[in-house]
């Protein structure tokens, strides 16, 4: 049962590690306003409110035309005003966007309504990388949900067959109980308190072996797949646990409700 729930918390702490590089990558898209070049200090000020205000902005940084353009020559190393006699480049902000944010369509939405401003020239964002980041997201979450579900039947069958087997070794226990008239309830409660039992002790072994594992693969092989915080651990040790009480409940009533049901002849047939 430790194995199969160890199984089960290896899947949690990919999926976990999954949407923790996802927010990663969400957290550092950026937003370019690029505002006119006859912008007034009333519709600045306005601006740089909503923007601080909105929802979707988790940092926002004003940039300056001058300081546009030291960012320019610093870059590319050469002065346009040199050749042209004027700054070409305008006032803008940068904008990092929340992660909940940071999908095609609400982006779009975002940056029409921006656009829609008189004193917005227009909004940058890379729109490659974000369409690339949904499709794949939701490519690789169905393949490791898949491989999770297969995975997790396998494990679920093989905790149901020993738990049969182990039902069967007293089937006819159980038969003697039923024919001096202990209730259904009264049969099934030891088995089930047991089983119970064992579900939380293997949960808890789980755990171990995962914590284990991850600050191998921390501090030994410098990767990291989750944070080893309280928190996440005791995501997976709940997880975990309601798995483990779960399927051990589950299969210890089917089994033995299947021999609480049979005859006496019938137990020697099986």
Not at 31 to 46: F, G, K, W, Y
Not at 178 to 191: E, F, Q, R, T
Not at 225 to 236: E, G, Q, R, T
Request: glycine fraction near 4%; hydrophobic fraction near 50%.
């Amino acid at each position: 049962m430790a194995l199969v729930l160890f199984l089960i918390g290896i899947e949690c702490v990919l999926v976990m590690g999954v949407h923790r590089v996802v927010e990663r990558i969400r957290e550092n898209v950026e937003l370019t306003v690029i505002l006119r070049e006859n912008i007034s200090d009333t519709e600045l000020t306005r601006l740089d409110t909503m923007l601080r205000m909105a929802p979707y902005s988790r940092e926002v940084q004003f940039v300056s035309a001058q300081q546009a353009l030291d960012e320019h020559i610093a870059n590319m190393g050469e002065d346009p005003t040199k050749y042209l006699g004027y700054n070409p480049l305008t006032a803008s902000y940068r904008v990092m966007l929340s992660s909940d944010y940071v999908q095609t369509d609400k982006i779009h939405q975002i940056a029409q309504r921006l656009e829609s401003l008189a004193y917005v020239q227009r909004v940058l964002y890379p729109d490659d990388v974000i369409s690339a980041l949904d499709t794949n997201v939701n490519k690789y979450s169905i393949l490791i949900l898949g491989i999770a579900a297969i995975l997790l039947l396998v494990a679920v069958s093989l905790i149901f067959t020993t738990i049969r087997l182990q039902v069967y070794s007293r089937r006819f226990l159980i038969n003697t109980m039923k024919l001096v008239g202990a209730k259904s309830w009264a049969i099934k409660s030891p088995i089930v308190k047991r089983n119970l039992l064992i579900g939380l002790i293997a949960a808890v072994i789980a755990v171990v072996l995962l914590a284990g594992l991850l600050a191998y693969a921390k501090y030994d092989l410098g990767f990291v797949i989750i944070d080893l915080s309280v928190y996440n651990f005791a995501i997976l040790f709940s997880v975990l646990t309601v798995c483990g009480l779960l399927i051990m409940l589950v299969a210890s009533l089917i089994a033995t409700g299947r021999y609480i049901r049979m005859t006496t002849n019938d137990l020697y047939f099986v």
